[in-house]
């Protein structure tokens, strides 16, 4: 099934990072939502940020340095408000199973190679 996104709700669009825009469609659908509202930014949010800590950042930050993780920030899913993707919503508790399951399989793989 292809990913239909809308972002004609989105009040900044024009203001959103480049590469936030190329990752938020699989951040929402990795967390199990299709809309974010101002009702359920916060969770989104929450949820996405639970990911990342298992899992690393979705998106790179360069610097100096090199590459370094970029975290997700509230800010930017704040201004992304009225964005929407043919997702299906997941209750908490779907969510956290779909969470816990993606690591122990991949935890799984890392054992059968060492």
Do not use: C
């Not at 009702?39 to 990342?52: C, G, K, L, Q, Y």
């Not at 979705?58 to 993780?69: I, K, M, Q, S, V």
């Amino acid at each position: 099934m292809p990913v239909i996104w809308d972002a004609t709700k989105v009040e900044k669009w024009d203001e959103v990072d480049p590469a936030l825009k190329t990752t938020i469609d699989f951040q929402l659908m990795e967390v199990g939502f299709g809309t974010i509202t101002e009702a359920n930014a916060r969770e989104v949010f929450d949820r996405i940020s639970f990911v990342e800590k298992i899992h690393g950042p979705y998106r790179n930050a360069h610097t100096e340095d090199g590459l370094e993780p970029y975290f997700t920030k509230p800010s930017e899913i704040r201004m992304l408000i009225g964005y929407s993707v043919n997702v299906s919503n997941k209750a908490v508790t779907s969510f956290r199973t779909k969470v816990w399951k993606d690591h122990v399989s991949n935890n799984t793989r890392k054992w059968d190679k060492d």
